[in-house]
């Protein structure tokens, strides 16, 4: 079995204990995914909190930047570091509403966040324990605390409403010459 491969094929368990303040920032996150898919973007949405205040906050604009990495997780971890003028994000939490790729996993990995809440699981493409646990990979040299299934069904339906829509109706054009970061 791979390292990277949650315990018996199953999610790695959730030890990180919710805190008051979760479901407020975790709405924060669900406005820049509504934001995103008014936009024409995948609706996911991140907010990056220090101190009790966001730092930073981003939804999905690959479409709109033909950017593949223009995911809200790694828009949220540029503008934070920006805005802290440090790469290293200790002592703040990554909000979003889906489980990170294996993309922003490794660049919330590499920017040292120190907590990780996300709202629903990615089957496919997860890796905070759906398809593999790189957060928490034993190997590496920073691992964050990781909470799983704040504001799951919002976070959940939001994204099947998405898809659903997009696959009833065809492909989406979106125009990305008037595109604002």
Same mark, same amino acid.
């Given at each position: 079995?791979?390292?990277?491969?949650?315990?018996?094929?199953?999610?790695?368990?959730?030890?990180?204990?919710?805190?008051?303040? %979760?479901?407020?920032?975790?709405? !924060?996150?669900? =406005?820049?995914?509504?934001?995103?898919?008014?936009?024409?973007?995948?609706p996911v949405g991140a907010v990056i909190?220090? %101190?009790?205040? +966001?730092?930073?906050?981003?939804? /999905?604009?690959? +479409?709109?930047?033909? =950017?593949?990495?223009?995911?809200?997780?790694? +828009?949220?971890?540029?503008?934070?570091? !920006?805005?802290?003028?440090?790469?290293?994000?200790?002592?703040?939490?990554?909000? $979003?509403?889906?489980?990170?790729?294996?993309?922003?996993?490794?660049? +919330?990995?590499?920017?040292?966040?120190?907590?990780? #809440?996300?709202?629903?699981? %990615?089957? *496919?493409?997860?890796?905070?324990?759906? $398809?593999? %646990?790189?957060?928490?990979?034993?190997?590496? /040299?920073?691992?964050?605390?990781?909470?799983?299934? #704040?504001?799951?069904?919002?976070?959940?339906?939001?994204? &099947? *409403?998405?898809?659903?829509?997009?696959?009833?109706?065809?492909?989406?054009?979106?125009? &990305?010459?008037?595109? &604002?970061?």
């Amino acid at each position: 079995m791979s390292l990277l491969a949650p315990r018996s094929g199953r999610r790695a368990e959730q030890v990180t204990v919710a805190r008051p303040d %979760d479901e407020r920032w975790m709405a !924060a996150a669900l =406005d820049e995914a509504r934001a995103a898919q008014s936009a024409g973007e995948v609706p996911v949405g991140a907010v990056i909190v220090r %101190d009790g205040a +966001i730092l930073s906050r981003a939804g /999905n604009r690959t +479409i709109r930047d033909q =950017d593949p990495t223009a995911h809200a997780e790694a +828009i949220a971890i540029r503008t934070a570091a !920006a805005e802290l003028g440090s790469w290293r994000l200790e002592e703040c939490t990554l909000y $979003v509403t889906l489980e990170p790729c294996a993309m922003c996993a490794g660049a +919330i990995v590499l920017s040292r966040v120190a907590r990780v #809440v996300f709202g629903a699981w %990615d089957e *496919k493409a997860g890796m905070a324990g759906s $398809v593999a %646990d790189l957060l928490r990979h034993p190997r590496l /040299n920073h691992r964050p605390q990781v909470l799983a299934g #704040v504001s799951a069904s919002a976070s959940s339906e939001m994204l &099947t *409403k998405f898809f659903r829509t997009r696959r009833a109706s065809g492909p989406q054009v979106v125009d &990305t010459s008037s595109s &604002t970061a």
